[in-house]
């Protein structure tokens, strides 16, 4: 997002508008009886229904903070992930004063500044993080999955290479606004790799975005992820993976909590032990099935030095918890696709209440 002009009467005004012109309507609300769940989203998860608003009002975006955050207080969640961008000091406080007032969390996204002459923009998005009260900002710093975008070892290590002068440029800056950068794992570095990058760079404000799914695709063991990054975590990004094995490799599918492979119990439990307060956002995109392609040469040319016994593990994991139950949304009308979203964060709001206690 970029500048903003948003004030509290302009995002009440379009709040207004919308309700009036009824392009809320449908979305599946918090029933009287029923508790918040301290689960937010990432507004990854609303994809379809932005894009429903955007056909029936090409004025109205759903991934504006203020809209976002209304939307995740509609249907019962407990905070938001959302770029921010940079706001006025007023617009600012508003958010953080309707966050406050409903006792949801603000976390926000940004990207790292590729060049130095980036860096008043990233300065620019954490004073206004930190100005609405976000209580983490998370990043990436590999573009793209790693064994699909990169072709070479000496292509990865040269955007790894990149990415490590990104981080240590924003350091200071997260230093400065005291606020916490969690940096994802992305289908980009294998744990270890991470983790002495995070030990390198020595900043008590820069940590984990914790993926619960993601590092599964680099042959990494599911819960040995999570006790890896636990004592680094600053925001949590919870998914489940649906998983089933693939000619080339093993297919990967976003689907609702608690209908996947990952063992959510217990990653919650170990994540909320070492970090009390940490913030879960649910991060599932309704969209077509995933291949990792591990049995393909290209996998490889970036993942020389893996073990073959980390290979045979996942792929052991993935013929024993494999499941029917995958998704393709892009055989759907856009109807359909935005009810089975609906349906895929309803049921997974009420699965992180219910059965994981938050």
């Keep these: 997002m970029t500048d903003s002009p948003l004030t509290r009467r302009s995002v009440l005004k379009q709040l207004s508008g919308a309700l009036a012109a009824g392009l809320f309507a449908g979305t599946p609300g918090l029933a009287a009886n029923e508790k918040r769940t301290e689960l937010g989203l990432v507004l990854y998860c609303a994809?379809?229904?932005?894009?429903?608003?955007?056909?029936?009002d090409p004025g109205f975006d759903l991934y504006q903070p203020q809209h976002f955050l209304e939307h995740c207080r509609s249907i019962g969640a407990g905070g938001m992930q959302c770029s921010l961008g940079v706001l006025d000091g007023n617009a600012a406080l508003e958010l953080r004063r309707a966050a406050e007032q409903d006792n949801l969390y603000i976390e926000a996204i940004v990207r790292l500044p590729e060049k130095t002459n980036e860096l008043d923009r990233l300065d620019a998005e954490l004073r206004t993080a930190a100005e609405a009260g976000a209580k983490a900002v998370r990043t990436t710093i590999i573009p793209g999955r790693r064994y699909e975008f990169f072709d070479s070892l000496e292509k990865f290590n040269e955007y790894d290479a990149r990415g490590r002068r990104m981080l240590e440029q924003a350091a200071p800056l997260t230093e400065k606004h005291r606020?916490?950068?969690?940096?994802?794992?992305?289908?980009?570095h294998r744990d270890e790799q991470r983790i002495a990058l995070l030990e390198h760079i020595s900043s008590e404000f820069v940590g984990a975005c914790v993926d619960t799914g993601n590092s599964f695709a680099l042959l990494e063991?599911?819960?040995?992820?999570?006790?890896?990054?636990?004592?680094?975590?600053?925001?949590?990004?919870?998914?489940?993976?649906?998983?089933?094995?693939h000619p080339n490799g093993f297919v990967l599918a976003d689907i609702p909590l608690g209908q996947g492979a990952m063992p959510l119990p217990e990653m919650?439990?170990?994540?909320?032990?070492?970090?009390p307060d940490i913030r879960f956002s649910l991060e599932l995109i309704t969209r077509d099935p995933l291949v990792v392609t591990c049995l393909t040469d290209k996998y490889w040319a970036t993942l020389p030095d893996v073990p073959a016994t980390d290979l045979a593990?996942?792929?052991?994991?993935?013929?024993?918890?494999?499941?029917?139950?995958?998704?393709?949304?892009?055989?759907?009308s856009p109807e359909q696709q935005l009810a089975l979203e609906d349906a895929n964060v309803r049921a997974s709001l009420d699965y992180a209440r219910d059965a994981l206690h938050l």
Excluded: C, G, M
């Design 221 to 245: 063991d599911p819960l040995e992820t999570i006790r890896r990054f636990a004592p680094w975590a600053k925001s949590v990004h919870l998914k489940d993976q649906a998983v089933q094995p």
């Design 179 to 188: 606020i916490p950068l969690a940096v994802e794992n992305h289908k980009d």
């Design 268 to 275: 919650v439990r170990i994540l909320k032990a070492a970090k």
């Design 313 to 332: 593990r996942t792929l052991r994991y993935v013929r024993d918890k494999q499941t029917d139950n995958l998704q393709y949304p892009s055989k759907l």
């Design 47 to 56: 994809k379809h229904r932005r894009d429903d608003l955007l056909r029936r």
